[in-house]
Nanobody
Framework: QVQLVESGGGLVQAGGSLKLSCATF????????IGWYRQAPGKERELVAT?????????NYAESVKGRFTISRDNIKNTAYLQMNSLKPEDTAVYYC???????????????WGQGTPVTVSS
């Protein structure tokens, strides 16, 4: 199993920056990819960014955050980050960290979620 602890959320004015952290514990050697998702009030959870744990790991971003957000990971600290710049009121949401484990021999994938950290961007 993998446990995740997010931190770094808060209140910021539009145009400001925040850096979220996702510390992972447990069977971290089985992590294949880490992602950040968000859920705004009354909306479905959506993908923000993902990063592969493999060397030179590729990244993927939602169109709405490209050029403003950067996902990174520190494999020694077993921590992933989401640097958020030029924040907009529409970025307001609860941000969740997700880890995907290496698929099993049968191809089954397992995901774990953090508890979420709220981000509020005021106009």
């Amino acid at each position: 199993q993998v446990q995740l602890v997010e931190s770094g959320g808060g209140l910021v004015q539009a145009g400001g920056s925040l850096k979220l952290s996702c510390a992972t514990f447990g069977s971290t050697s089985n992590i294949n990819a880490i992602g950040w998702y968000r859920q705004a009030p009354g909306k479905e959870r959506e993908l923000v960014a993902t990063i592969s744990i493999t060397p030179g790991g590729g990244t993927n971003y939602a169109e709405s955050v490209k050029g403003r957000f950067t996902i990174s990971r520190d494999n020694i600290k077993n921590t992933a980050y989401l640097q958020m710049n030029s924040l907009k009121p529409e970025d307001t949401a609860v941000y969740y960290c997700n880890v995907e484990l290496v698929p099993s021999a049968s191809g089954t994938t397992t995901n774990y979620w953090g508890q979420g950290t709220p981000v509020t961007v005021s106009s």
